[in-house]
């Protein structure tokens, strides 16, 4: 079985990764990374970001948070994609592709207007993915 996480480097992200990794852990599953590329338009040409340097910087980031959560032992692996303009899509056929059991998001605290409306792109991973979807928000601060 795998556990999949989308990554964003964001504080709300590096949550859902930790969460991946302790149901990962917990139930004994492969964890997986998903990570959709930018493709940024340079004159003429395409940069997708996806060079070793930013493989290795995307790891780093990847493994920060987990050491950071506790998880620094837990094994992933990365899968990356390119989007050409809808980024969900490409994030789902992603997970699609991985034969998913779990698909762990990150999402920002909601006013309750904000929670009957959602995220737009994260509304869409709700009614296209087939796997159970669990959101994650970032802990509140300690006061």
């Known amino acids: ?51 070793e340097d930013d493989r290795a910087a995307l790891r780093g980031e990847i493994q920060s948070a987990l050491d950071a959560g506790g998880f620094s032992e837990t094994k992933w692996d990365l899968r990356t994609t390119e989007h050409d303009g809808d980024p969900v899509t490409a994030l789902v056929n992603l997970v699609h592709g991985a034969g998913v059991d779990l698909l762990v998001v990150g999402t ?33 601060p300690a006061e």
């Open 1 to 51: 079985m795998t556990i999949a996480v989308v990554h964003k480097d964001s504080p709300e992200g590096r949550a859902a990764i930790v969460a991946a990794a302790r149901e990962s852990v917990g139930r004994s599953d492969e964890l997986l990374v998903l990570h959709v590329l930018d493709d940024v338009n340079i004159g003429d040409t395409v940069n997708t970001g996806d060079t």
């Open 108 to 140: 920002r605290r909601m006013s309750p207007i904000g929670k009957f409306l959602l995220e737009r792109p994260l509304q869409r991973l709700l009614l296209e993915v087939e796997a159970p979807i669990l959101v994650v928000k970032e802990a509140l």
